[in-house]
């Protein structure tokens, strides 16, 4: 009898030590279960001609104050820019301005700083909002991006749109000694 009691005094303490870690480990799970964010991103057409480029906004909820930056990282240009294209989607309704349109030197900031523009690069904006056919941007900078180890954003600071979604931007680019524009990459956004 003292050995059967022995053994499942023993067996408890086993238990006890994969049971109370389990249940410590996962009680900060339940507690803000509505607060998950997806840590996956959705694009379409995830086929070997589209690159997803990196994006990054302050404010992700709908009908609030925006800024929206997309990356021209080192590695997503091949020579120097001389004019950048930005297909906007058609549900993307937000009131774009051109004065609120800035396209600029950024430092991208990670865990231990924020993102943020180091210098504005001069340049001609041409926004096309004609709502029956694809909104465009174009930008001419006044000297060609250069395909250096900076990163460059093109900004927009509007107010998020009614509607929430993803909206994928897509983003060409003429480089300097080309007749045309090739395609850059593509940016999706989400609005909560």
């Known amino acids: 009898m ?21 249940i410590l480990v996962s009680t900060p799970f339940f507690n803000n279960i509505q607060d998950v964010k997806a840590g996956l991103e959705f694009q379409w057409n995830q086929d070997s ?3 997803r480029l990196k994006w990054f906004q302050k404010e992700s909820k709908k009908i609030s104050k925006n800024t929206i930056y997309f990356f021209l ?22 009131t774009l301005k ?10 991208i900031g990670g865990f231990e ?22 909104r465009s941007l174009n930008i001419y900078p006044y000297s060609p991006i250069p395909s250096n180890k900076e990163s460059y ?13 993803l909206y994928q931007f897509h983003s060409f680019g003429q480089y300097k000694g080309k007749s045309v524009s ?11």
């Open 153 to 165: 954003a093109i900004v927009f600071k509007i107010i998020n749109p009614k509607r929430s979604g």
């Open 49 to 51: 001609g589209f690159r």
């Open 2 to 22: 003292l050995k059967n009691t022995k053994k499942l005094f023993i067996n408890f303490k086993i238990l006890k030590f994969f049971i109370i870690p389990t």
């Open 113 to 134: 700083s924020r993102t943020k523009c180091l210098e504005d690069i001069p340049a001609d904006f041409e926004l096309n909002t004609d709502e029956s056919s694809l």
């Open 182 to 192: 090739s395609y850059l990459g593509s940016w999706t956004v989400r609005i909560d």
């Open 98 to 107: 051109k004065e609120k349109i800035s396209l600029c030197k950024v430092k």
């Open 73 to 94: 990282r080192p590695i997503d240009r091949k020579t120097e820019l001389i004019k950048i294209n930005l297909a906007i989607p058609k549900t993307f309704k937000s």
